[in-house]
C-alpha cells in the first residue's frame, strides 16, 4: 500500500501545474546554452511551469584522485560534502543571475545515472542538456551524456546544440555537395 501512495504522490494534475523542466548543468558553455534555450522558448511562469537546475557533483574517489590517495575516509568525505556545496552555490548564482523561480538540485555522482533515477522519483515532464559537439569518435571513448540520457530516460531528453558545431558541421557539408 505505501509504494500506491508513493506512485500516487509523484503524479500531478495537468490542469493545475504548468510543465516540470530539468536543466542538467555542468559549468560548460554548452550547457548554459541550454538553459538559455529552457528559459526563452520553454519554461513560463505564468502558465505554472517550474524549471529544476540540476548538477552532478564529481564522485571523489581515492583510487582515481591521487592527491586523495592518503587521505582519511571522514576528510574525502568533506571533501565531497564541500564540493557538492560548490556546486549549490554556483547554481544558486545562476538562479539570482536570471532571476527565475527555480529548484535546485546537486547529487554526487554521473549524470548518466544520476538523471534518469532522478526523474524516474520525482514529476519531471522533460530534460534539457546541452552537447559538447565532440563529435562521434570522441565521444565513443569518452561517452556521451546528452547520447546516454536520450537513450535511457524516462521522459523527452531536448540536445541543445551548441552552435559553433552546428555552424562547422553545416560548412563541410555544403563543402562536400560543392565539390
Known amino acids: 500500500m505505501a509504494s500506491k501512495e508513493i506512485a500516487t504522490s509523484n503524479r500531478r494534475s495537468k490542469a493545475t501545474l504548468g510543465k516540470r523542466v530539468l536543466c542538467a548543468l555542468d559549468n560548460s558553455d554548452a550547457s548554459a546554452l541550454a538553459l538559455q534555450f529552457v528559459l526563452d522558448a520553454l519554461v513560463k511562469p505564468e502558465d505554472g511551469d517550474k524549471l529544476i537546475l540540476f548538477q552532478a557533483a564529481r564522485v571523489i574517489d581515492m583510487y582515481d584522485d591521487v592527491e586523495f590517495m592518503f587521505v582519511p575516509d571522514n576528510q574525502i ?103
Open 77 to 179: 568525505a568533506a571533501a565531497q560534502e564541500r564540493l557538492v556545496e560548490l556546486c549549490l552555490s554556483n547554481l544558486k548564482k545562476i538562479k539570482e543571475q536570471f532571476k527565475v523561480d527555480a529548484e535546485l538540485v546537486v547529487l554526487p555522482g554521473d549524470p548518466r545515472q544520476l538523471i534518469p533515477d532522478y526523474v524516474t522519483k520525482h514529476p519531471v515532464d522533460m530534460v534539457v542538456v546541452g552537447t559538447r559537439g565532440r563529435g562521434k569518435f570522441k565521444s565513443l571513448f569518452l561517452g556521451s551524456v546528452s547520447s546516454y540520457l536520450v537513450s535511457h530516460c524516462p521522459v523527452p531528453v531536448l540536445v541543445v546544440p551548441n552552435p559553433r558545431f552546428a555552424a562547422s558541421l553545416l560548412k563541410k557539408e555544403s563543402d562536400a555537395t560543392a565539390s
